[in-house]
């Protein structure tokens, strides 16, 4: 079987199928575009299959395939870690307009913001938490095969923390398991990174808390949630934080020390 027949015939999305192909080849889907007729030994059609099946299934592909882009570098992932997602790229654009010399990441997870925030702003001093030794592993592996300068260490949310960040940045777990439009891919990432108590809010709450003694007199707090819990979090963070982007539309809170 060739590469346009099996594509033809793939019971998964197209795009799916032309990732797990690729993959299995050694290639990308340049060469699958120019190459229609190549042809698929048995080993790498078993090989197919089974990713397929997986895929079919509900799996992430990022699981299947062990890796994730993520603001233009691959990442390595697996069910410890969440898989990166576009729209935290967000938290990236906004955090290096503000150019801070000293960032801590809390729930690094697999690391990707952390490390690309090091690679962006390579004067920056990031330091990343998380609770999970198995994400910190994966984290540690990551920033070494993309050659960035980060301090991991293991903590309960600021446990470990130290102080003076010109800015802290959370993707923390902000799901609520009540929410009706989650997607079955969900059961698949770690429920820890994922779901929280009090509509989603309870350790985005706690951090809000916890974070003024760890910034600078004018630091940022800088957090991805629900739209849909914006504006909560900002009316729980007005004793301590103002917001500063109340028409954001992205996934972005952004807050400021008062």
Excluded at 5 to 28: C, F, Q, T, Y
Excluded at 83 to 94: F, G, H, M, S, Y
């Amino acid at each position: 079987m060739n590469v346009s027949s099996w594509l033809n015939s793939a019971p998964i999305d197209r795009l799916d199928a032309e990732l797990i192909v690729a993959h299995i080849l050694g290639k990308d889907r340049t060469f699958l575009h120019a190459h229609p007729d190549f042809s698929l030994s048995e080993a790498n059609l078993a090989q197919i299959r089974a990713f397929t099946e997986r895929r079919a299934l509900g799996e992430p592909l990022a699981y299947i395939l062990g890796s994730k882009e993520f603001y233009g570098r691959q990442f390595k992932v697996t069910r410890d870690t969440l898989v990166p997602r576009p729209e935290t790229e967000a938290l990236i654009d906004t955090i290096k307009a503000l150019k801070p010399h000293k960032v801590l990441d809390v729930g690094t997870g697999s690391g990707c913001i952390a490390i690309t925030l090091a690679l962006e702003l390579p004067q920056t001093e990031v330091d990343a938490l998380d609770i999970s030794p198995a994400a910190l592993k994966i984290a540690h592996e990551n920033a070494q095969n993309l050659g960035a300068t980060v301090n991991f260490a293991p903590s309960d949310l600021l446990e470990a923390a130290g102080q003076g960040y010109d800015l802290i940045v959370a993707n923390l777990p902000y799901v609520d398991a009540k929410w009706d439009w989650i997607g079955p891919e969900l059961r698949y990432e770690p429920q820890i990174a994922l779901f929280a108590e009090d509509g989603g809010l309870a350790l985005i709450k706690k951090l809000i808390q916890e974070a003024p003694a760890h910034l600078t007199e004018k630091g940022y707090l800088i957090l991805e949630a629900d739209r849909s819990q914006h504006q909560k979090i900002a009316d729980y963070a007005s004793d301590s934080f103002k917001q500063i982007n109340p028409t954001d539309q992205t996934l972005v809170v952004s807050l400021c020390r008062r």
